[in-house]
């Protein structure tokens, strides 16, 4: 089977909430979503996201948050992605980085996302610290305890 793209693709990213979902990025900051069961030569996209404004370099689903997609750019940032039902840039951020070529979010602890760039620095970022985030999926860090202020 194939499906044709359209654009360079730079990145593919298999849905672990739905194995027959995929997504792949582009070089015209496109994600376009597939079901594979739909798969051929003129397979339409289910939906498509004009993401950035340079080439999407990767794209990575987050394993515990099922509507969540990370996508990464030349644009110099990494953009999260809420698709419970309509798709929602939930928060972007700069990396100060440069270019964004890659990113992964850290199968042991899916809050936590690394980012490589053109300046040969990789970024980490706690999407847990992201208030949008939390907003969505709760918060799943422990939040330290409180003193009390007594005197």
Same mark, same amino acid.
């Given at each position: 089977? @194939?499906?044709?793209?359209?654009?360079?693709? =730079?990145?593919?990213?298999?849905?672990?909430?739905?194995?027959?979902?995929?997504?792949?990025?582009?070089?015209? /900051?496109?994600? !376009?979503?597939?079901?594979?069961?739909?798969?051929?030569?003129?397979?339409? &996209? $289910?939906?498509?996201? /004009?993401? =950035? +404004?340079?080439?999407?370099?990767?794209?990575?689903?987050?394993?515990? @948050?099922? =509507? $969540?997609?990370?996508?990464?750019?030349?644009? #110099?940032?990494?953009? $999260?992605? +809420?698709?419970?039902?309509?798709?929602?840039?939930? +928060?972007?951020?700069?990396?100060?980085?440069?270019?964004?070529?890659?990113?992964?979010?850290?199968?042991?602890?899916?809050?936590?996302?690394?980012?490589?760039?053109?300046?040969?620095?990789?970024?980490?970022? +706690?999407?847990?610290? !992201?208030?949008?985030?939390?907003?969505? @999926? /709760?918060? !799943?860090? &422990? #939040?330290?305890?409180?003193?009390?202020?007594?005197?």
């Amino acid at each position: 089977k @194939y499906i044709a793209v359209d654009g360079e693709v =730079h990145s593919v990213s298999w849905n672990p909430a739905n194995a027959a979902i995929f997504a792949a990025s582009t070089d015209k /900051g496109m994600i !376009s979503f597939f079901d594979v069961r739909k798969a051929g030569s003129a397979t339409k &996209p $289910l939906f498509t996201i /004009g993401a =950035h +404004d340079a080439e999407v370099g990767s794209i990575s689903f987050n394993a515990k @948050y099922n =509507h $969540l997609l990370a996508s990464c750019s030349e644009d #110099q940032t990494v953009k $999260l992605w +809420d698709l419970q039902s309509k798709p929602v840039c939930l +928060d972007k951020k700069e990396m100060q980085i440069g270019q964004i070529f890659t990113m992964k979010f850290n199968p042991e602890d899916p809050d936590i996302l690394a980012a490589a760039g053109s300046q040969g620095t990789v970024a980490i970022w +706690d999407i847990a610290s !992201s208030t949008s985030v939390a907003q969505k @999926y /709760g918060s !799943s860090k &422990p #939040q330290g305890r409180r003193r009390s202020s007594k005197k």
